[in-house]
């Protein structure tokens, strides 16, 4: 088995918390969002070979049962480090977008600013 080891953080919207509906970060939403960038990427016309492949890489059911992935995370905390960013993510990444009205977005940066309108 390959180990990888990253330090990574959210900037996209994530479901986190478990029954009692409390924040907390989860190995499931990590692997959550990889499953949805990683569709996003490959981007086949075919969703029955697309899930095909998916459920190989990531796990899920099948007409044969479930099946475990290749994909395993392990959570830690990194002390030291600000977990919640305090500035907007626009102002923290120095992104470049404006709302101008009836015109919709504009600056340098639109695609990023219209994929996190929310």
């Not at 994909?71 to 480090?81: F, M, P, R, T």
Request: aromatic share 12%.
């Amino acid at each position: 088995m390959k180990k990888l080891t990253f330090e990574l953080e959210f900037i996209t919207p994530a479901f986190i918390g478990g029954a009692d509906q409390q924040a907390e970060l989860r190995p499931a939403s990590f692997v959550g969002l990889l499953r949805w960038w990683w569709r996003a990427l490959k981007g086949l016309d075919d969703t029955e070979k697309l899930y095909k492949v998916e459920v190989e890489i990531f796990g899920g059911h099948t007409e044969d049962g479930a099946r475990a992935g290749k994909v395993w995370i392990k959570l830690s905390e990194v002390s030291g480090k600000d977990h919640i960013s305090e500035r907007p993510m626009k102002e923290k990444y120095k992104l470049d977008w404006d709302y101008a009205g009836r015109e919709g977005l504009k600056g340098e940066h639109v695609g990023v600013g219209y994929l996190l309108y929310s």
